[in-house]
């Protein structure tokens, strides 16, 4: 029983150890879906706007540069 209990408190600290060292990435991963969400819905509620669709590489745009990426998009969507 004794080693059953030491055996379970390695795995944990392992883990742990290895949710730590992967904050980083999911942090940054989480917050280019949530951009990605958001420009999505931008450019859903603004079709009426300019003439842009909500495809996957406007999406990835958005994603990857935020507002000032929905914003450029919704430009050239206006002069092209």
Known sequence: MNTMVI???LFTCLLL???IALAKPLKAIAKF???AAVGGGLLWAGQTLAAVAANPV????SGLLGLPGVAGI???GFFL
Request: net charge neutral; hydrophobic share 80%; proline share 0%.
């Open 7 to 9: 055996s379970i408190m």
């Open 17 to 19: 150890l290895a949710l």
């Open 74 to 76: 919704f430009i050239l």
């Open 33 to 35: 879906l949530f951009s």
């Open 58 to 61: 406007t999406l990835l745009v």
